[in-house]
């Protein structure tokens, strides 16, 4: 494996996550793929977040901690990251979630091996306290476009993007599912397919509040991406009955699978 040519850009939005970015930032540092750029972007933080990131920026210099003028929501988070991002591939996580250690190496080589350029991987649901639920999403090998529509199930934090079908592909604004709406125009405009790791590497947290615990808002959400994508009125709903079932699904059981 070259790594120069496998520098791999991982971006954190980081808002009032005192509480849980250490672990984050842990997950992230001590990943047995080394190569990496860390760009952790504080949206104006009114916590200790700030301090915690220079404290770990002072430690490794692998990290660099970018600071938004004024608050403007995970998307122009993500974003403003994008910008400065210089590797081959974009890993994402949020600033609640955690990697196992070998997440990266192994999807990385999943990758250059099989040349894909967009992948995700299996998720265990944890706790406030980061204590299993007893609850896990098992992920399908892959997903085209249509079948997306039916649930977004790339779970952000699990997802690798190859930086050169990116192009001008940036994340909608937050009123939105910024995400779902990202990998719908990847999958619609630069791949056919994304591609899954089937084996759980991603410790998802659930806290009270996420977009994912409020299921009304959700479904509002996706709605609206519906909209956007200017999919007609009935298979809206068509696309949206299949969303439903699928959700109670993914959280309830104890191995979702789509």
């Not at 990943?31 to 490794?60: G, M």
């Not at 949020?94 to 350029?117: G, P, T």
């Not at 098992?138 to 977004?152: A, G, W």
Request: with cysteine; net charge positive.
């Amino acid at each position: 494996m070259d790594n120069k040519e496998s520098l791999v850009s991982v971006i954190v939005p980081v808002y009032n996550a005192e509480k849980y970015i250490k672990y984050t930032l842990d997950s992230i540092i001590n990943q047995t793929y080394r190569n990496l750029e860390i760009l952790c972007v504080n949206d104006c933080s009114s916590d200790n977040s700030f301090e915690i990131l220079k404290d770990y920026e002072k430690k490794d210099d692998r990290i660099k901690v970018l600071n938004n003028k004024v608050n403007s929501g995970v998307a122009i988070t993500r974003n403003n990251a994008l910008k400065m991002a210089k590797g081959k591939f974009i890993a994402f996580i949020d600033a609640d979630d955690i990697w196992h250690l070998d997440k990266l190496e192994k999807q990385i080589k999943f990758m250059l091996d099989n040349s894909f350029k967009l992948t995700y991987t299996s998720v265990q649901f944890i706790n406030n306290n980061g204590i299993p639920t007893g609850s896990s999403f098992i992920v399908p090998k892959e997903v085209t476009y249509k079948e997306l529509l039916k649930q977004n199930i790339i779970t952000l934090s699990s997802s690798v993007v190859s930086k050169e079908i990116l192009k001008d592909k940036t994340f909608h604004n937050d009123e939105l599912h910024e995400d779902f709406i990202f990998w719908l125009e990847l999958l619609r405009d630069e791949v056919e397919k994304a591609h899954a790791l089937e084996e759980i590497l991603v410790d998802y947290r659930l806290t009270e509040g996420s977009k994912s615990r409020n299921k009304f808002k959700s479904l509002k959400m996706t709605y609206k991406t519906y909209k956007h994508f200017r999919i007609n009125f009935i298979k809206r709903y068509y696309y949206l009955f299949h969303y439903i079932i699928r959700g109670l699904r993914k959280y309830k059981s104890k191995k979702g699978n789509s």
